[in-house]
């Protein structure tokens, strides 16, 4: 399940994406009722938290 964290400060930035996965992830926030902002944020910080430990090494 998603936890709406808040609270935080922010930069922007531009990203391109494949439309496909932007679909995909429009869908998913929508059925979610979040913003895919907030979508992306969790998505990219689950990502960071569950990298594999040898490549967290090996980027050192």
Known sequence: MWKIQK???SISKSFR????LVE????LA???????NQLV??????AICNLDKENENNEK
């Open 30 to 36: 929508y059925k979610n009722k979040l913003s895919l």
């Open 41 to 46: 944020i969790q998505c990219l910080n689950f």
């Open 7 to 9: 609270g935080y400060d």
């Open 24 to 27: 995909k992830l429009e869908n």
């Open 17 to 20: 994406l494949p439309e496909e």
